[in-house]
């Protein structure tokens, strides 16, 4: 084989996940989802934050918490808490995986687009599980989602610590030369 025949191959690196951003990204887009929801819902669709509490807490308690009058108890806010937070932190973390390599503008436009994303899922489809979560339905509910797709987004974006790793290229051989491929 000549000199003119052979080629380098750079290593390909690919970026890697930062999962103690998407975490934080989690907490902060998730605290600014819920205080977003227990103001302004309440205001724009009646009700009372107790009611957004109690639906965050009705998943796992079921649709007896939702009975009226909706006070909930102690045990139930912690519930719903602890729900909306595990939750926030999972989607934050599907929110990087998809989005960690382009940056914050990518982080918050393409955040805000999986906040819709997120938003027809928990009302299109998670009422098949939980019917009840179709009162939820309102253009109020879908801002917060985008605004938690975004911040999720973006957070995470800020926050990022860029790693990389040498791509797994085994089954990519690289392409014969034309004098390599003549006998």
């Not at 390909?12 to 989802?33: H, K, M, Y």
């Not at 977003?36 to 669709?45: D, E, G, H, I, R």
């Not at 911040?151 to 990022?160: H, P, T």
Request: charged share 15%.
């Amino acid at each position: 084989m000549s000199e003119a025949t052979t080629r380098t191959v750079e290593p390909r690196l690919e970026q890697v996940v930062d999962w103690s951003a998407a975490l934080w990204a989690g907490l902060v887009a998730g605290t600014v989802f819920l205080v977003l929801n227990l103001l302004v819902t309440p205001k724009a669709l009646g009700g009372t934050a107790s009611v957004i509490l109690a639906y965050l807490a009705s998943p796992v308690l079921g649709k007896g918490v939702l009975a009226p009058p909706i006070e909930p108890s102690g045990g139930t806010i912690a519930i719903g808490l602890l729900t909306h937070f595990v939750l926030s932190i999972l989607f934050a973390c599907l929110i990087a995986f998809l989005l960690h390599r382009w940056g914050l503008l990518i982080g918050v436009l393409g955040g805000a687009a999986l906040g819709v994303a997120i938003y027809l899922v928990n009302v299109y489809t998670m009422t098949l599980f939980f019917p009840w979560f179709f009162n939820m339905k309102s253009t109020v509910f879908l801002l917060t989602h985008v605004a938690f797709g975004a911040v999720a987004g973006g957070v995470y974006e800020a926050l990022e610590v860029e790693e990389f790793v040498l791509a797994d290229d085994d089954d990519d051989e690289p392409a014969a030369t034309p004098e390599e491929a003549t006998p």
